[in-house]
């Protein structure tokens, strides 16, 4: 079992910016790609940013040149970088980690998420 912990939400003004971040723990031997979500009310959930092991990193269009997602590999954890922020921003926005669960000898693959966090931004 992996479990998300996710942090750094609030309000803050167009403009500004917000820093997420995601620690995954439990039985994990290792993690293949670290992803953000957003979903606004009555909108899909959609892809934020997402960065693979080798530290290869996309954005929606949206957010290019505004976020910027990183990870720290030894603490499991994945950040995102918000600045200028825009109203449209405005979402809950959730974690997710791929990976495998076990160890060397026995291990199955995982998807997890975090519980959310709101993001607003007011104009």
């Known amino acids: 079992q992996v479990q998300l912990v996710e942090s750094g939400g609030g309000l803050v003004q167009a403009g500004g910016s917000l820093r997420l971040s995601c620690a995954a723990s439990g039985s994990i031997f290792s993690i293949n790609a670290m992803g953000w979500y957003r979903q606004a009310p009555g909108n899909q959930r959609e892809l934020v940013a997402r960065?693979?092991?080798?530290?290869?990193?996309n954005y929606a269009d949206s957010v290019k040149g505004r976020f910027t997602i990183s990870r720290d590999n030894a603490k499991n954890t994945v950040y995102l970088q918000m600045n200028s922020l825009k109203p449209e921003d405005t979402a809950v926005y959730y974690c997710?980690?791929?990976?495998?669960?076990?160890?060397?000898?026995?291990?199955?693959?995982?998807?997890?998420w975090g519980q959310g966090t709101q993001v607003t931004v007011s104009s």
């Open positions: 960065i693979i092991s080798g530290g290869s990193a």
């Open positions: 997710n980690v791929d990976g495998y669960s076990g160890s060397y000898y026995g291990s199955r693959p995982f998807s997890s």
